[in-house]
């Protein structure tokens, strides 16, 4: 039975290469090889491995034959890729064209808008973007110390808390007490000093979400999510968050 050899795939970048084996009458098997090498040779030799098992597999599928000289058209063609121009991907994507030559296979790109489906659901896309944006911006203005005091983790809040229930009854009602500050410097606090970062926590943290809720209804119906922003810092500050 006479057979033939084709390169279906070889990727240099990975190592990869893939051939065919046909038969008259035959299934079509494609095996893999990991090479870097892609030489005629090389490729003759690495295939030639892989011939028993293609044996096997053909006469499963009806009586048996020895396999005869194959066939080898190879040519390895460099594979081109012209630059990729520049497009708006809210409203303009990519369309890719491969063209076999005789001496190259060429990848060439054209800028195409989007359909109305696809723009639909890239407006999603760009307003679930945006939406983890602001819920980043959201965390970080709340997580942020008050007073140079740590706030950002329940076991932070549960420090504060914990010594200011017990500041009487285990602290001895001290002046102050030393806390370690974000900045891993240690400083003296006293129990309204604590008392008021708590509440400034509970303040901040409702302003924030409160923010966080309107963007959000502001990003639902919004054409450009990108414009849908957290307000400055100088506008934070003027709410006395």
């Known amino acids: 039975m006479e057979y033939t050899l084709h390169v279906d795939k070889i990727d240099q ?7 065919r084996y046909d ?7 494609f095996k893999q090889f990991v090479t870097s090498d892609f030489s005629s040779e ?6 030639d491995t892989f011939l028993p098992q293609v044996l096997r597999i053909w006469n499963a599928e009806g009586e048996s034959h020895e396999l005869e000289g194959a066939s080898f058209p190879l040519t390895v063609k460099p ?9 708006d991907p809210a409203t303009e994507k990519l369309s890719e064209e491969v063209i076999e030559t005789d001496s190259e296979i060429r990848t060439s790109y054209t800028v195409v808008p989007l359909t109305d489906e696809e723009l639909s659901l890239r407006l999603d896309e760009l307003r679930e973007v945006q939406r983890s944006r602001l819920k ?8 942020s110390p008050i007073s140079g005091i740590q706030v950002s983790t329940v076991v932070d809040r549960e420090n504060i808390t914990g010594v200011v229930n017990n500041w009487e009854t285990v602290l001895g009602n001290p002046e102050s007490v030393p806390w370690v500050t974000a900045d891993n410097t240690v400083a ?7 008392l008021e970062v708590t509440e400034a926590y509970v303040r901040r943290k409702s302003f924030a979400y409160g923010i966080y809720t309107q963007l959000l209804e502001q990003l639902s119906i919004s054409q450009d999510p990108t414009a849908v922003t957290w307000p400055t810092e100088s506008e934070l500050l003027g709410e006395n968050v």
């Open 13 to 19: 970048a990975s190592d990869i290469l893939r051939v």
């Open 23 to 29: 038969a008259e009458s035959k299934t079509s098997v």
């Open 42 to 47: 090389n490729i003759k030799r690495l295939s």
């Open 79 to 87: 594979k081109v890729k012209d630059p990729m121009p520049e497009f």
């Open 136 to 143: 980043v911006k959201r965390d970080m203005v709340v997580s």
């Open 188 to 194: 003296l606090v006293t129990k309204n000093e604590l």
